[in-house]
């Protein structure tokens, strides 16, 4: 079974960092573009950063730039989001995606991070 497990949320206070981390199980990441969204209580999900297969291009949205940094470790089957500088905006569930064109798009189960003092 294909399923991707993150880890890493929790709660810290404004200015912390935290590392999230995805790991996929019942297949490679090797071949997959990475990206990482969040979901905030009334917000539409926010698409804050992707990463291709070749790790050769990135995207960060404007709300994440400079503070988060997406990346991939294929020896470890595992993707991940440092995040420094958090903000009280930055509350959210935070969800991996990757994807691989005619092979499948798969959903971590998402990772409640919560900023607050």
């Known amino acids: 079974q294909r399923q991707l497990v993150e880890s890493g949320g929790g709660l810290v206070q404004p200015g912390g960092s935290l590392r999230l981390s995805c790991t996929a199980s019942?297949?490679?990441?090797?071949?997959?573009?990475i990206g990482w969204f969040r979901e905030a209580p009334g917000k539409a999900r926010e698409g804050l950063s992707c990463?291709?297969?070749?790790?050769?291009?990135?995207y960060y949205a404007d709300s994440v730039k400079g503070r988060f940094t997406i990346s991939r470790d294929n020896a470890k089957n595992t993707v991940y989001l440092e995040m420094n500088s958090l903000k009280p905006e930055d509350t959210a569930v935070y969800y991996c995606?990757?994807?691989?064109?005619?092979?499948?798009?798969?959903w971590g189960q998402g990772t409640q991070v919560t900023v607050s003092s």
């Open positions: 019942g297949f490679t990441l090797d071949d997959y573009a």
């Open positions: 990463l291709s297969s070749s790790g050769g291009g990135t």
């Open positions: 995606n990757v994807r691989r064109l005619f092979y499948g798009d798969y």
